[in-house]
Every structure is written in C-alpha cells, then in structure tokens.
T-cell receptor
Framework: AQTVTQSQPEMSVQEAETVTLSCTYD???????LFWYKQPPSRQMILVIR??????QNATENRFSVNFQKAAKSFSLKISDSQLGDAAMYFC????????????????FGKGTKLSVKP | GAVVSQHPSWVICKSGTSVKIECRSL??????MFWYRQFPKQSLMLMAT?????????EQGVEKDKFLINHASLTLSTLTVTSAHPEDSSFYIC???????????FGPGTRLTVL
C-alpha cells in the first residue's frame, strides 16, 4: 500500500522569504501523480501544484515549485516570496496512475503541515 | 477549474436522526466521486468511492450501513449519515473527477454536529 509522510507538523516563514515543505512517499508503482493541496481556514481544498512521475522536470506554478526526487521518493514544495495569504494547512497527496488495476484515482494524503506566515 | 458544490455547508442534528449531504459537480460530469472525513487538525481520510450507477466502494473500517452513499447521476452524489451519534460529528468533504481530468475537484465541505 502507498503511504505519504509529512514530517513537519508546523512551519513558520517570514513574509517575502522562502520556505520548503517536505514530503516523502512509499510506493512500488512506477507511474503515479503527486500533488500539493492548500487548505486555508475556510477548509476549501485548493490544488497548488501537480507532478507526473514520468516527467523529470520539476513542476512550477508562479511562486510555487517542487523538488521531485523519484529515486528518493521525495516531493518537497518550495514557496518563494511568501505572502500572508499563503498561511494554511498544506497536504501532500499521492495518486496511482489509471493503468493500475483497482485504482479509481483516489488520493492518499499526508498528515499535513501547518504553515504560518509572519508579517 | 471545475466547480463542485456541497449542501448544506453546516448542519446540526439530534442524536439518532439521519442527515443527508449532497455533492454536485456543476459544470462537468463526474464519473467518480469521493467522500472524505476530516477531524479537527487532522488529514482527510477517504471513506468511500462511488461511480455513477453502481454501488460505492467503502474503505476498511467505514460502516456502509451507517454511511449510505448514492451516486444516482453524473452530477450528484449523496452521503446519508444514518442514526447519527456525537462521534459522527466531523467535517465531510466530497470531491469529483471525470475520466478526462487528471485531478479531483473538491467541494467546500459540510460541518456536521450531532448533539
């Protein structure tokens, strides 16, 4: 079974600084997807960034980028120029590719990292 | 991105009553819908996966007779918490995806409080 581990329950960053959130996962599959979701106090889940495992290039979305290390099974999120609105819970998630029998595309979440942004 | 709605956004009920939560995909046809449960300061735990027109697949430890899921159409799935008890109080989140989407779209969640 696949597992996702986020070892940092809480992180803090100064506004305008850079912070990196860690995520490791365990799987025997070779084809899968990895996601970072943001959950602000409203509790609406918001997709931050997505990485396909077959792609070597790290995904980037504006101030958000990932460091995907497939061999190490590591998928960290870097937030540059942190803003007050970035304060939220961040969840790392794993999804099997459709080619794997039995998978319906459900997400496996880590326990989350609570990010605080100091003004 | 695609929009998923949930109704109600919050509900308070008495112990022993049943509560129905609706999840709708507003601008796409959802072949698969997922129901999650989230306790305070915890992660999302998948309860069940439902495909339109077929029975839901429940995760281990989730009582299918207590949490009834119906995915009657490609835009609507419902979760009914039967004979609710205080321990069922939680935040319930649905998500939906279509085969041509590479991601799930989440509803805003429903906070259930059982007195």
């Amino acid at each position: 079974a696949q597992t996702v581990t986020q070892s940092q329950p809480e992180m803090s960053v100064q506004e305008a600084e850079t912070v990196t959130l860690s995520c490791t996962y365990d799987t025997s599959e070779s084809d899968y997807y990895l996601f970072w979701y943001k959950q602000p106090p409203s509790r609406q889940m918001i997709l931050v960034i997505r990485q396909e495992a077959y792609k070597q290039q790290n995904a980037t979305e504006n101030r958000f980028s990932v460091n995907f290390q497939k061999a190490a099974k590591s998928f960290s999120l870097k937030i540059s120029d942190s803003q007050l609105g970035d304060a939220a819970m961040y969840f790392c998630a794993y999804r099997s590719a459709e080619s794997y029998g039995g998978s319906q595309g459900n997400l496996i979440f880590g326990k989350g990292t609570k990010l605080s942004v100091k003004p | 991105g695609a929009v998923v709605s949930q109704h109600p956004s919050w509900v308070i009920c008495k112990s022993g009553t049943s509560v129905k939560i609706e999840c709708r995909s507003l601008d796409f046809q959802a072949t698969t819908m997922f129901w999650y449960r989230q306790f305070p300061k915890q992660s999302l735990m998948l309860m069940a996966t439902s495909n339109e027109g077929s029975k839901a697949t429940y995760e281990q430890g989730v009582e299918k007779d207590k949490f009834l899921i119906n995915h009657a159409s490609l835009t609507l799935s419902t979760l009914t918490v039967t004979s609710a008890h205080p321990e069922d109080s939680s935040f319930y989140i649905c998500s939906a995806r279509a085969d041509y989407f590479n991601e799930q779209f989440f509803g805003p969640g429903t906070r259930l409080t059982v007195l």
